[in-house]
Every structure is written in C-alpha cells, then in structure tokens.
C-alpha cells in the first residue's frame, strides 16, 4: 500500500510539473506574440478603419469554434461591451485569417483594442471579466 501510495504521489508530481511547464511555455508564447503589435500602429482592413473612425475605439474580439468554452463566456462580455459602446467587430481565427496575422492572433478568445489613432493599446487573451474589459474601452476612448 505504501509503494503504490509513492508511486501515485510520483505521478501527480511529473503531471503537475509538465502542466507547469506548458502553461509557462503559454505566458512566454502569449508575451512575446503582444510584444509584435503592442503600442505600434496598425494598417487596418477599409472596413475595420471605418469602424474605428466612426467610433474612436475599436475592439475586435477574435473566437473559434474550436475554443468554445472560453470563446462562450467571452462572447457575452462581448456583447454588452457593444451594446454599451457599439464598437466590438468578432472576426472567426478559422476564417478571418489576414486580420490575426496582421495583429499576431493565433489562439481565441483573444480581445485587441485599438485607439483611434490606429495603434494597438491592449492585447488581452483568454476570458477577461467585463470590468476589466470595460475600464480599458474606457481607458482608450477617453485618451
């Protein structure tokens, strides 16, 4: 009983270092991906451009299928952050492909805000509650 208790103990150990390992390996990925288009303009699509001269501040918010759970709870925080601002575009990572390599997306839910200067003044991945999402729509209309 002692032997397979240490021998359980052991592998939860090695799961939880290898689950460690991947999500740091994931902060590395996620840092240096909004380092690329963090703080530098971007050239937008017309259709993205006239959205964000209309509105001041554009937030596209990129989902897939494949991410579906967070891509979920994300879509309503989604929907009230442009019912309250109407300025939110959702772009597919499977289908708007162009515009998540122009702005470095490789994983969703992934929420970009621009200022109405075109430049990238937040990068945010995964689910983020809808005050925090709000404070920084806020953050750069009122810049």
Do not use: H, Q, W
Request: aromatic residues 6%; hydrophobic residues 45%; glycine residues 2%.
């Amino acid at each position: 009983m002692n032997e397979f208790l240490n021998t359980l103990i052991a592998l939860l150990i090695v799961v939880v270092s290898i689950f460690l390992i991947f999500k740091l390996i994931n902060v590395i990925a996620v840092t240096l991906r909004e380092r690329k288009v963090k703080n530098k303009k971007v050239n937008l699509p017309p259709k993205l451009s006239k959205i964000l001269t209309d509105k001041g501040c554009l937030v596209l918010y990129f989902s897939s299928p494949i991410a579906e759970r967070g891509s979920k709870k994300m879509s309503n925080v989604m929907k009230i952050i442009n019912e309250e601002f109407k300025n939110v575009v959702k772009l597919d990572i499977t289908k708007d492909k162009k515009e998540a390599e122009l702005l470095n997306v490789i994983s969703a839910p992934t929420t970009i805000i621009i200022d109405k200067n075109s430049v990238v003044r937040y990068y945010l991945t995964g689910f983020k509650p809808y005050p925090s999402v709000k404070s920084k729509v806020e953050r750069v209309i009122n810049s």
